[in-house]
């Protein structure tokens, strides 16, 4: 197990920790959990920088990023669906892609065949992650920090959770159309009985 590997995986239990915090009610909580997804974004880029540049590439290190995106924002998801932030149909059109996709890559996988992420995918992926962040952010500036400031921050941190709310059914978009790209660029691979 590599540096890399460790650091895409440490967003796992991350996950947990974050959706943990939000249901948690005392003051500095929202912070704490704005805090640990930054650092959780962070390492999804540094995972990918470190293996990049010290040669650690490898297949597990490509399939289990890509895992471990969706389950820290799937969880996260969730928790917002369950917070009634977001509405649950959305959470459902990522749902299924994510399964539809994860599947192809399984069947592609025992062909021989590495289905790494593409740009739509990665574009959907930082789409999400900048959602949750202003998700996150909205709660942590009405709550705590309008507490240690001793001011009503509501007006501020409204337009802050539409924003995220906004990026966040453009973030579905991108889902849906990297989705069907991967449908197209690999459909020989899962759907060809001869392979």
């Known amino acids: 197990m590599n540096l890399p590997n460790l650091i895409t ?6 996950m947990f920790l974050v959706v943990w915090l939000m249901y948690q009610s005392w003051h ?15 390492g999804d880029w540094l995972d990918g920088y470190i293996a990049r540049t010290r040669k650690l590439v490898s297949t597990f290190g490509k399939f289990m990023d890509a895992l471990t995106d969706k389950i820290f924002v799937i969880g996260l998801m969730i928790a917002f669906v369950e917070k009634q932030l977001v ?3 959305w959470v ?3 749902l299924c892609r994510e399964f ?3 599947g192809m890559r399984m069947m592609a996988a025992a062909k021989g065949v590495v289905v790494a992420a593409e740009r739509g995918g990665k574009a959907k992926t930082l789409t999400q992650l900048v959602a949750v962040g202003f998700l996150l952010f909205a709660p942590m500036l009405e709550e705590d920090v309008a507490r240690w400031l001793h001011l009503d921050l509501a007006d501020y941190g409204r337009p802050i959770y539409w924003t995220g709310l906004g990026l966040f059914i453009l973030s579905v978009y991108f889902t849906v159309r990297s989705g069907w790209d ?3 660029k690999y459909r020989q691979v899962v759907f060809d009985e001869q392979t």
Not at 9 to 14: E, G, I, W
Not at 28 to 42: E, H, K, N, R, W
């Open 9 to 14: 995986l440490s967003r796992v239990p991350l």
């Open 28 to 42: 500095g909580a929202p912070t704490l959990a704005f805090s640990l997804f930054v650092i959780a974004a962070v």
């Open 87 to 89: 509405p649950i149909y």
């Open 92 to 94: 459902l059109i990522v």
């Open 100 to 102: 539809l996709i994860s």
């Open 182 to 184: 991967y449908i197209v």
